[in-house]
Each structure stands twice: as C-alpha cells, then as structure tokens.
C-alpha cells in the first residue's frame, strides 16, 4: 500500500504563490498515477493535477490550469504543486493520493493513500 503526507499549506493573500509537498511511503512503481486534490467545507473533493509515473505528463483541472504546476522528484519520492495565482477559491484542504493503472488515468479512478492534507487558506 502507499501513503502520502502533504506539507507547505499556509494562509496566503490574493494573488500570492505558495508550493506543497507531498511524501509517498509504502509500495508504488511507475504503473501509478498520483496526483493531487482539494476539498472546500461543503463541496466534493475535485481533481486538481495528476501525472502517470511512467513518463507521463502532468495533466491539470480547467479551475487551475495555466496557474499550477505538478512536479515529481522521483529521487526523493515527494510530489509538488506549486501554486501561482492565487484567489480565494483556491481554499481547500489539499490531499494526495495514487492509484494503480495500466496506462490510463482519470481523477474519477479509486485512488487511494489518502494523507491527512495540507490547509491552503486565500483571503485578505
């Protein structure tokens, strides 16, 4: 099994930047895909970017594309986001999590290692 622990969340102004970390432990090859999601008080949980361990090229939600960018340092075993741009309705918990695939990915696959998340908080 894989697990994640997410870190770098952090109350931030409108139109600040802020990068996160996410540490995977346990069992996983390059047949995964990980990524990261967010979840707001009273909304689902919602893809925000993922990529395919196997080469694969990050792949992002409308809501954040041209704002975030998903990094993998496969050394370090640790999965980024940085974030630029930032707004309010970027308040989320932001969670990290992995599943494995033979090749496909999709935020709606059953993905798993859910850490506890990282509180990312835009406001004045």
């Known amino acids: 099994q894989v697990h994640f622990v997410e870190s770098g969340g952090t109350s931030v102004h409108p139109g600040g930047s802020l990068s996160l970390s996410c540490s995977a432990s346990?069992?996983?090859?390059?047949?995964?895909?990980t990524g990261w999601f967010r979840q707001a008080p009273g909304k689902e949980r919602e893809g925000v970017a993922l990529?395919?361990?196997?080469?694969?090229?990050?792949s992002y939600a409308k809501s954040v594309k041209g704002r975030f960018s998903l990094s993998l340092d496969e050394a370090k075993n640790t999965l980024y986001l940085q974030m630029d741009s930032l707004g309010p309705e970027d308040t989320a918990m932001y969670s990290c999590?992995?599943?494995?695939?033979?090749?496909?990915?999709?935020?709606?696959?059953?993905?798993?290692?859910w850490g506890q998340g990282t509180q990312v908080t835009v406001s004045s």
């Open positions: 999590a992995a599943v494995r695939s033979g090749g496909y990915c999709s935020f709606s696959l059953p993905f798993d290692g």
């Open positions: 990529i395919y361990l196997n080469g694969g090229t990050p």
């Open positions: 346990g069992y996983i090859d390059n047949r995964y895909c």
